[in-house]
């Protein structure tokens, strides 16, 4: 089993910054490629953005490439999403999740098998 847990949720005025940590735990961090979506309030859930589980390769949703950044940090069996520039639409539940490296890269949260219970994002005009 992989238990993810994430934090650095809050509340930020838009053109801001926040950085969520996403820290693993009970499979080796290199075994998985790890991934960041969200859900607003009464919205489906969306991809955000994902990494490989060497880091080499990473996807993002057209909706924040530019503004957010994902790096994982192996010696912390921790990923981040680095967040700039933050607007309005960007308020939502964030959570991380996981899953077997396999050879593509998934943007699909069906893909995913674990995840943690997220934290909340809210970005204020």
């Known amino acids: 089993q992989v238990q993810l847990a994430e934090s650095g949720g809050g509340l930020v005025q838009a053109g801001g910054s926040l950085r969520l940590s996403c820290r693993t735990s009970?499979?080796?961090?290199?075994?998985?490629?790890l991934a960041w979506f969200r859900q607003a309030p009464e919205k489906e859930r969306e991809f955000v953005a994902a990494?490989?589980?060497?880091?080499?390769?990473?996807r993002y949703a057209d909706s924040v490439r530019d503004r957010f950044t994902i790096v994982r940090d192996a010696s912390q069996n921790t990923m981040y999403l680095q967040m700039n520039s933050l607007k309005t639409k960007d308020t939502a539940t964030y959570s991380c999740?996981?899953?077997?490296?396999?050879?593509?890269?998934?943007?699909?949260?069906?893909?995913?098998?674990?995840w943690g219970q997220g934290t909340q994002v809210i970005v204020s005009s």
């Open positions: 999740a996981a899953r077997s490296t396999a050879v593509a890269l998934s943007t699909t949260a069906t893909r995913y098998d674990y």
């Open positions: 990494v490989s589980w060497g880091g080499d390769t990473k």
């Open positions: 009970g499979r080796a961090f290199n075994s998985l490629d």
